[in-house]
Each structure stands twice: as C-alpha cells, then as structure tokens.
C-alpha cells in the first residue's frame, strides 16, 4: 500500500510520530479515498508555497545586485544627454555602434534650425531685426506682466508667458533707410531660394527618424521636434531610396546638398538680421542650434563623409517618448552591480507614463534647467519654464511612493545661464520675485538652488538627505566626476537599505 511504503521509508516502524499518525484500524474505504485526497492537497499547497518562497528568495537576491534610477524632469531638461554620459563613461562601444545613426539627427536639428531663422526673418521685417544687437535681456516677450504665482517656496512669481510662442516681435523705433531694407529683404531672399533644397529635406529626416509616425499635435510641425522611442536608431540606419531614378542612399545625397550650400549656410548665420534677431532673443533657438552651426565647416562635408564626434552626440536633440531603459554593469567597492536606466520622455503630456516606474525605484536623479528662466513651455506658452520644474519638483518630493527612495537634484545647463547673464539677461525681467538681487551668476543660481532645497525640506518626513549639483551635462569630464560622486551617495544608501552593512 502506498502509505505503508510511505511512511516507512520516513519513519521507524516505532517511531511515536508515525504510530500517532497510522489510520484508525477500522478505517473504511470513502474515509481513506478522502484522507489521500486531503494528504494531496496539503502536498500541492506545501509545495506550491516552497515555489514561491524559491522565487522570492531569487528575486531579492536578484535585487540585491540591482539597482533602479530614474531620471526626471521636464522636456529638455538634459535627461537624455545625462544618459548619453552614463553609456560614454560605462558603455563607450555602444556609443560608437551607434555613431552613424547620429548623422541623421545632426542633420535634422540643422536644418530645422535653418528653416526656423528662415521663418523667424519672414516675421520679423527687415526693419527690426537689424538693430538688436547689444540689447540682450533689454526685451521680453511681449505683453509680460507679473502673474504673481502662489507662495515663493514652492513657485517663483514669474511673469506671464507670450499667449503664442509665434509672437511677432514689436517693430523697431528707428527703422532703417528704405534702400537698406530693400537690400537686406533681397539678400535673405537670396540665400532662401539658395538654400531651398536643403530645407525641403526636413521632412524626409523627420521620417527617417520617427518611422513616419505622427505623435501629438504639432510633434512634427515645421520647426518643431521630433519624438523617438527607444531603438530609433535601427529606424535611422535604414536605407531610404529616393526614387526609381536615383538609388542614392537619401541620407548621402543629403550631405552632399549640406556641403553645396555650407557656404549659405554661413552666411545666413552671420547674417546680421539673424545675429540680431538671436541677441535681441526675439528668436530662441535650441543649445543644439547654435553648437552645430557655429561648427558648420567641419559637419557640412561630403567627402570624407562626416561622422558625428562625441561632442556632437551630446549636442544632438531628439525628444524623448515613453520611457528608455539602459542598462550597465558596474563594479563598486568590489560588488558588481547592474544600473537600470530610466529615460522618461519630460513633456507635460509624457509624464503620465512615469508612475509605474516609482514603485520598486531606489533612486531619481532630477534635472532642473536653471537657464529656463527666461523660457517658457512648448506645451503651455504661459507657463515659466522655472517654475514648471520648481512645481514637478515638488510633486516628485511629495509623492508617497517616492518617499524612500534616494534623491539627488542637478541644477543643470549652467554654462547656458552664465552666457545669458553674461549676454545682460535680466532674471527680475522673467522672475520678478527676484527683485533687486545682483543679476550675476552666484546670487542667481543660489536663489534657485534655495527654492529647491526649501521645497525639499518642506516634504522630508523621512529627513533623507538631498545631494545638490551644478551641472552641465554636456561637459564629459566634470559630468563623467559627478556621475562617479552621485553613484557612490547612491550605491552607500542602497546597501544601507538592503541591511548589507
Ligand atoms: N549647453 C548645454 N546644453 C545642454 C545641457 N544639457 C542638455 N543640453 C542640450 O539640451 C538639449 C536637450 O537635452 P535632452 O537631453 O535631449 O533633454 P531631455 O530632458 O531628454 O528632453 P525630453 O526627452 O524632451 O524630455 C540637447 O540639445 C542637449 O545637448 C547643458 O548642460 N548645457
Ligand atoms: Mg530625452
């Protein structure tokens, strides 16, 4: 019988536990049918609970050599290119695997720019923007005025943003003889009709980049960005045909349009118009623009083709949709861990898709652009940029899934802030709380920095300590130190709280 057998292979035959656990003698038939039974369920049961408590059992051992950073902050922040400086300092063949695949974006975020002046010099007559030059931070936007926003710890009392983000800039009091303005309108109509071919292929690299895919309203607009989602670059490698006539890769005939107009292209951005336009800030143009037409002579060559350097990679804008993971191994104090890298896309509509990434997180590394703010959202043109990352900031603070995990803040894009403040951007201009402090790096950059910091304590109920850093993200060397510094603080709190010391 199969209990005898059991039993006696487990217990002595005068062991009391098996004598006190044998059937009663006068055990019938339905009685032991339903005790074999019940002795089978207890088995499954025990055994699926043994299941469980294996899986645990590896799963926190898993964790315990993983760990969960997220980055956060609003679009344009710097995520992705903080991102790009974990893979540069942990994964630098990955980077270079990639490396061609960036051509594209360059490309796209140069010729948007053009297409962006172009539309910017069409607004803007002749008359105004010749003469901005010199009177950096002179101007705001236009119908400014003190929206005088809640409390100053948790908002700063910003002034309103333009209603459009198209607002013509005002005219200019003294206009410039007619002939001169005849002039400049037939040079820039020039350059324009020069610079046509380029300018068409906006579209082209816009869809190479996002697969064709339309994401939002205005996401692919003229002058407006694009959204990728992880593994766009295997989109971007693919070969686009121009048509039965030409099987020219569609990305080579472009360099080789990029190198035939390089010289317009200089012109255009040396064009006094436009280096008005830009110093007066009645255009805003994104940190790539600038970066990657002020080194237009050494991108904009078709033989040898160009590749993209690490610093152009850096520079290169794409915004982010959805959420990025990367992973890397990393040895710290002779333990191996694997870094999960969280790359949230930062815009007001993306920022739902955050909170099932809080859950299990063991740190956020949030990214405050303190140049932002004399900017205003894409999304809301009235909101200061500021102060949208002052208010997510504390949202990030206060929400109960978040309270144990460890914070660091990166008060980044300061090289962005001294050139403004050196440029005569008057902060008070866009925050008016700012009042008569010193317009100069220091005082400003502490005014933001206590905001921050006050909004932190205000939420710390589990006094955790916050670890604050001035950044730019773009500068390798000092960002690759901080990213040792901040992983150290993290890597001390993360062993703390899996009671490994
Ligand atoms: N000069 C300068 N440029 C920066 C700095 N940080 C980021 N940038 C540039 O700012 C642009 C936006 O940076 P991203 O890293 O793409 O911003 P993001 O936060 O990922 O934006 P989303 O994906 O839209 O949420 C890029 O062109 C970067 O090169 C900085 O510290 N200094
Ligand atoms: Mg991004």
């Not at 656990?21 to 699926?48: F, G, I, M, T």
């Not at 994964?91 to 695949?101: F, K, V």
């Not at 951007?425 to 905001?451: C, M, Q, W």
Request: glycine share 6%; hydrophobic share 35%.
């Amino acid at each position: 019988m199969i209990r005898t057998q059991t039993r006696s292979s487990v217990y002595s035959a005068d062991d009391p536990l098996a004598l006190a656990l044998q059937p009663p003698e006068s055990e019938s038939e339905r009685e032991r049918q339903a005790r074999l039974k019940a002795e089978e369920d207890a088995k499954a049961n025990s055994d699926r609970i043994d299941d469980q408590l294996r899986l645990e059992r590896e799963s926190l051992k898993k964790r315990r050599n993983e760990v969960k950073l997220l980055l956060l902050g609003q679009a344009e922040s710097g995520k992705s290119t903080l991102q790009k400086q974990f893979q540069l300092l942990y994964a630098p063949g990955t980077l270079d695997q990639e490396r061609a695949s960036w051509r594209t974006v360059v490309y796209f975020n140069i010729i948007r720019t053009i297409n962006r002046i172009l539309d910017a010099v069409d607004i803007a007559e002749p008359a105004t923007s010749t003469s901005g030059a010199g009177s950096a931070g002179a101007s705001s936007s236009s119908g400014n005025s003190d929206a005088g926003f809640s409390t100053p710890s948790t908002s700063f009392s910003a002034a309103a943003g333009p209603v459009a983000p198209s607002t013509p800039p005002p005219r200019d009091s003294t206009p410039p003889t007619t002939a001169q303005a005849r002039h400049t309108k037939a040079e820039l109509a020039r350059l324009r009709l020069r610079l046509s071919p380029l300018c068409s292929a906006e579209k082209v690299l816009a869809d190479r980049l996002s697969g064709g895919v339309q994401v939002g309203a205005g996401a692919q607009k003229r002058g407006g960005g694009v959204y990728v989602r992880a593994g766009w670059q295997a989109q971007a490698g693919k070969k686009l045909r121009s048509g039965d006539e030409d099987e020219e890769d569609e990305l080579t005939k472009i360099a080789r349009v990029l190198a035939n107009c390089r010289e317009d292209v200089k012109e255009l951005w040396q064009h006094p118009s436009v280096k008005g336009l830009v110093a007066s800030r009645k255009m805003r143009l994104e940190e790539s623009s600038e970066f990657f037409l002020n080194n237009i002579s050494r991108i904009a060559t078709s033989s040898p083709p160009y590749t993209p350097s690490t610093d152009d990679i850096l520079y290169a804008r794409l915004q982010t949709m959805g959420i990025t993971q990367h992973t890397f191994h990393v040895s710290m104090h002779g333990k191996a861990l694997a870094w999960h890298l969280f790359d949230v896309g930062g815009a007001r509509g993306q920022r739902h898709t955050w909170v099932p990434y809080f859950d299990d997180a063991n740190a956020i590394i949030f990214i405050a652009p303190v140049s932002a703010f004399d900017q205003y959202l894409e999304e809301d043109p009235r909101v200061n940029r500021i102060n949208d990352s002052l208010q997510l900031w504390t949202q990030i603070c206060s929400n109960e899934l978040l309270k144990k995990v460890h914070l660091v803040l990166f008060l980044n894009k300061t090289d962005v802030l001294k050139q403004k403040l050196t440029a005569g951007v008057l902060v008070r201009k866009y925050i008016t709380s700012y009042g008569e402090r010193p317009n100069a790096y220091e005082p400003v950059v502490d005014y933001f920095r206590t905001h921050f910091l006050q909004v932190h304590r205000r939420t710390n109920e589990e006094r955790r300590v916050l670890y604050t850093h001035l950044t730019s993200v773009v500068e390798t060397k000092a960002t690759h130190a901080i990213i040792t510094n901040v992983q150290d603080s993290i890597f001390r709190g993360y062993l703390k709280e899996a009671s490994l010391v």
